[in-house]
């Protein structure tokens, strides 16, 4: 029997899953990868960072596939750590740092993490304990389902598109509210998501659409925005590649459903494998993969809506693109690489909400105290606005772009608290979910957030904005942009042999 870790610094923990990290952008190797070909454990990395044990037995052999993988190229002097626990679950594990003693050893090919580029989306922890503490998700849903009294669909379906499905929350929501104004007309759904785990808990979140709704076809792709609308790869080659699945569900219940999607496990292993682009820090599709899933009792009604490979139009009457970038990225980074995309998706009369980060809240206010000069939030709606309409040039004319007032365009959301938690001592969960919110929100590097934790200033920070505010907010602000009904989309004329990326040159 194995025998648990003794009790020891956290920095061990982080030390294993640095080297594992170090080792995996070397050899080009996803982390699900190395976990099953070193323990078999497709998971490790995942259990590692959401606090769960580790016996020394593993962290010896994870250690041996490291030192015999790499002494087929250059040597690793890796020393097994002894003094293992699992992490804290309110610390995490964010931006990934090397190891000093495998540094110099590793190719000079590959970049050092201290140049790649950090994503706040990759600290797995810190996004959990947000989603769970903060009512974001459900104020984003209750927003996007205002716009279904714009939209007019016409045959075969009703057209949505989801930038940034998640955990399926907010896209669950809004198929019920659309469900219940459009309670007989077939549904159309695309939802990106780059994430496996995430997609997982999105296919948690669809059975019980499929029993309200039987008329559904819902496909889930890892694509790149510049793609996904048109679940087609941009590139011949990605095209030729394309991952695409058609999973029939039988039965007549959601309790059927949910068996039958929990059983295409390896499909989304195979399917979500990622790697990481060294110029960005950007995770990537390994393979451009594509999974279309519909009722089989309903495959003659959407026999025109199920798609075919290479012949989806695009022409969504509905996008949702709630938080799809970095705030630091440029206005024209945006418009280029995600807005512009987007918009020339929608079919006549089609809507895109975007949503993003707005500051001026108790969430900024409390990361000022720390850093005083910070301010992640400077490109805002109208900028984007301007932005997207140079990128679109003369096509522009065809579109109506609507940054609406700050009363009507600025929401809020709240973390969730309980009546009597907010008082003149606050407890140490409480403190600890307002600034993980605070610091997610703001974007804020987990190689910046160590000293300010070391120092402890923090919680008093924290404790004096909760009092003041008798609680913590955030602010979000949101944008409309819609196609004229009687306009045709210049570079896209929504029929299946140029609606596609690859035949459009996205």
């Not at 090397?98 to 994503?119: H, M, V, Y």
Request: some cysteine; glycine content about 6%.
């Amino acid at each position: 029997m194995q025998t648990q870790a003794a009790t020891g610094p956290q920095d061990s923990i982080r030390s294993l899953l640095s080297d594992i990290e170090s080792f995996c952008r070397s050899y080009d190797m996803a982390e699900t990868t190395f976990g099953r070909q070193a323990v078999n454990d497709g998971k490790l990395c995942q259990r590692l960072r959401t606090g769960k044990g580790i016996t020394i037995n593993t962290v010896h052999k994870i250690h041996d596939f490291i030192r015999k993988k790499s002494a087929l190229s250059h040597p690793l002097s890796l020393t097994p750590n002894v003094s293992l626990v699992a992490p804290s679950r309110d610390k995490s594990n964010g931006a990934p740092h090397e190891p000093a003693s495998s540094q110099k050893d590793i190719s000079a090919k590959k970049a050092s993490p201290q140049t790649r580029p950090f994503r706040f989306y990759d600290n797995r922890q810190k996004y959990l304990g947000f989603v769970n503490t903060c009512d974001e998700k459900w104020k984003v849903a209750e927003r996007a389902a205002h716009e279904l009294s714009h939209v007019q669909p016409v045959p075969p379906a009703l057209r949505i598109f989801d930038a940034g499905v998640g955990d399926g929350s907010v896209l669950s929501y809004l198929l019920r509210a659309t469900h219940q104004k459009f309670p007989t007309i077939p549904f159309f759904v695309v939802g990106k998501e780059i994430s496996l785990e995430d997609v997982r808990l999105c296919l948690d979140n669809l059975p019980d659409r499929f029993a309200e709704h039987p008329a559904s076809v819902i496909c889930i792709t890892n694509l790149f925005y510049s793609e996904a609308p048109w679940l087609m790869p941009g590139n011949m080659a990605a095209a030729a590649a394309l991952n695409w699945h058609e999973i029939s569900l039988q039965g007549d219940s959601a309790q059927e459903y949910g068996e039958q999607l929990k059983a295409i496990d390896d499909i989304l292993v195979d399917g979500w494998e990622v790697k990481v682009s060294e110029k960005t820090g950007n995770p990537r599709y390994v393979r451009p993969s594509v999974l279309v899933i519909f009722r089989e009792d309903n495959r003659f009604l959407l026999d025109s809506v199920i798609p075919r490979r290479g012949q989806v139009s695009g022409d969504y009457d509905l996008i949702l693109a709630a938080q799809p970038w970095r705030a630091r990225m440029s206005a024209q980074f945006k418009a280029e690489k995600v807005l512009a995309p987007l918009v020339r998706s929608l079919g006549p009369g089609g809507r895109l909400l975007a949503v993003q980060s707005a500051g001026n809240d108790p969430g900024m206010e409390l990361v000022n105290i720390v850093w005083p000069d910070e301010n992640p939030f400077e490109v805002n709606r109208h900028d984007l606005l301007k932005a997207l309409k140079d990128k679109l040039g003369r096509a522009g004319s065809n579109y109506n772009f609507n940054a609406g007032s700050d009363n009507k365009s600025i929401m809020k959301y709240e973390m969730k608290t309980l009546p009597n938690e907010i008082a003149d001592s606050i407890g140490t969960s409480t403190l600890f979910a307002a600034w993980n919110a605070s610091t997610y929100v703001a974007q804020i590097e987990d190689d910046r957030l160590q000293p300010a934790v070391a120092s402890g200033a923090y919680l008093e920070a924290t404790e004096k904005v909760l009092q003041k505010h008798n609680g913590i907010w955030f602010n979000d602000e949101t944008f409309v942009v819609s196609r004229r009904r009687n306009s045709i989309a210049h570079g896209n004329s929504h029929s299946p042999s140029t609606a596609s990326p690859l035949y459009a040159g996205k």
